[in-house]
């Protein structure tokens, strides 16, 4: 995207990890100030983009992944961490079997995953970064306060639907101007942002609520279910059913898991 800056919401589960260079990473309602050798845990439809990176080369690392029981690294959600040197070891052994496989072939996946594991495990016990560096402003510019103000009141008015002109005016600016703003700040526009944060919202109902589509769609701003149903399965690969339907065997299975796992005794 422009200017070093990207935005996104997806269903994996992303670690970025900051080898050189810093930034400030956007990650739902906060704005943090990430240092090299720091990594933030992204969850699944959390919107998060990247602000005032360094101009030039940078050598940020991407980790994409699906998980299907989070409960073990809860404590990783808005809480990026200051990575030690066994922990920066373990990464490059995660790099190292991803570009140079110990079998001379493809890489072996299995391995990648139980490094990757145990990285997030030891994650958990990482120092979280400073408070003084938590849910600060991106930079003066007046523009990215603009962009602050456009996620909080995109994000507190998800269950109605919003349009630009609407923004434009309680923001006090014109359309054009938020809509060029939006743009050039984050490489994306922003009737496409509005409508991905409410289908994030959607998404986040249908995995943990028993809302039927038609109310998911309603609380998400959709005045139409076949505009939500078509928009939803563009973004997700599937229907709002089949998504639900998935989340509540998820659901399921992992309460399956919760009730046969060993008890402590504590007598």
């Known amino acids: 995207a422009e200017g070093g800056v990207s935005t996104n919401f997806h269903h994996r589960y992303e670690l970025v990890v900051l080898l050189e260079k810093g930034g400030v990473a956007r990650i739902g309602e906060v704005s943090y100030k990430l240092h090299p050798g720091e990594a933030a845990l992204i969850f699944p439809n959390q919107f998060h983009h990247y602000l005032d990176v360094d101009a030039g080369e940078i050598d940020w690392l991407f980790i994409t992944f699906e998980l299907g029981y989070d409960d073990p690294i809860a404590a990783l959600k808005d809480s990026p961490r200051i990575l030690d040197a066994g922990q920066l070891k373990l990464l490059s052994l995660i790099l190292e079997e991803y570009v140079r496989p110990a079998g001379g072939k493809d890489p072996d996946a299995v391995e990648i995953a139980c490094k990757l594991t145990r990285l997030l495990r030891q994650m958990l016990k990482a120092p979280a970064i400073p408070e003084n560096r938590r849910d600060i402003h991106s930079s003066d510019d007046v523009r990215d306060v603009i962009l602050e103000n456009i996620n909080h009141y995109v994000r507190s008015h998800l269950t109605a639907p919003t349009t630009i002109a609407q923004l434009a005016d309680a923001l006090g600016y014109s359309v054009s101007y938020i809509r060029t703003v939006f743009r050039t700040r984050l490489g994306v526009s922003l009737g496409k942002y509005i409508r991905e944060s409410r289908l994030s919202h959607a ?16 609380q998400a701003g959709f ?3 076949f ?13 709002p059913k089949a998504f639900s ?16 796992a060993p008890k402590r005794n504590t007598a």
Do not use: Y
């Open 245 to 260: 339907q998935k989340a509540s065997a998820g659901r399921a299975s992992r309460n399956a898991l919760r009730e046969t």
């Open 227 to 239: 505009v939500f149903s078509r928009a939803f399965k563009k973004a997700f690969g599937m229907s």
């Open 223 to 225: 005045d139409s279910l």
């Open 203 to 218: 998404s986040t109902l249908l995995e943990s609520t028993d809302l039927n589509v038609s109310e998911v769609a309603a």
